[in-house]
């Protein structure tokens, strides 16, 4: 009898501590809006050599970034992709020359620029920043855009931070 009546106390206990958690859990930040642009020349270069759905990449590892690292004061962000290089060939130079490998490794890296505004619309940070791998012993065990996530992450906390 003595042990349920003590199982019943730790339950409701646990439950209570839970509400409780709950309650002074730090609220849901809304992410910013996020504006993406390309300059002609990084335009031409997914179009013609790295593949259109590679954007869709980059602009996930951009927006995911962002979101992860805004500080609750931006509500809007612009963010200017000038290059990406990847590590290793994207699924459409490798559909386009059959004797590439996946292998195949390289330094990669971006060049990126930015603005973050709050909701009143006035400028918090502006940065450019630019990351290149130092050595291709690196890029041999990164994936795809490894270096180019990279320069974003270093990219995004200069943006999103004082």
């Not at 270069?45 to 593949?51: A, K, P, V």
């Not at 996930?60 to 962000?77: L, Y």
Request: aromatic share 10%; proline share 3%.
């Amino acid at each position: 009898m003595k042990f349920s009546t003590s199982l019943g106390l730790l339950t409701a206990s646990l439950i209570a501590s839970n509400f409780a958690t709950a309650a002074v859990a730090k609220p849901a930040q809304i992410s910013p809006q996020v504006t993406i642009t390309y300059s002609d020349k990084l335009e031409t270069e997914f179009r013609e050599n790295y593949g259109i759905r590679e954007r869709a990449t980059i602009e996930e590892a951009i927006r995911s970034e962002i979101a992860q690292q805004a500080d609750g004061t931006i509500a809007r962000v612009e963010v200017n992709v000038i290059d990406v290089t990847p590590n290793r060939p994207t699924f459409e130079q490798l559909g386009a020359r059959p004797g590439l490998s996946y292998e195949s490794f390289s330094r990669g890296g971006a060049v990126l620029s930015g603005k973050s505004y709050d909701a009143s619309g006035n400028l918090l940070r502006e940065t450019n920043y630019q990351y290149t791998t130092m050595d291709i012993w690196n890029a041999q065990h990164s994936w795809v855009w490894q270096d180019a996530e990279y320069a974003i992450y270093g990219f995004t906390r200069r943006l999103t931070r004082n």
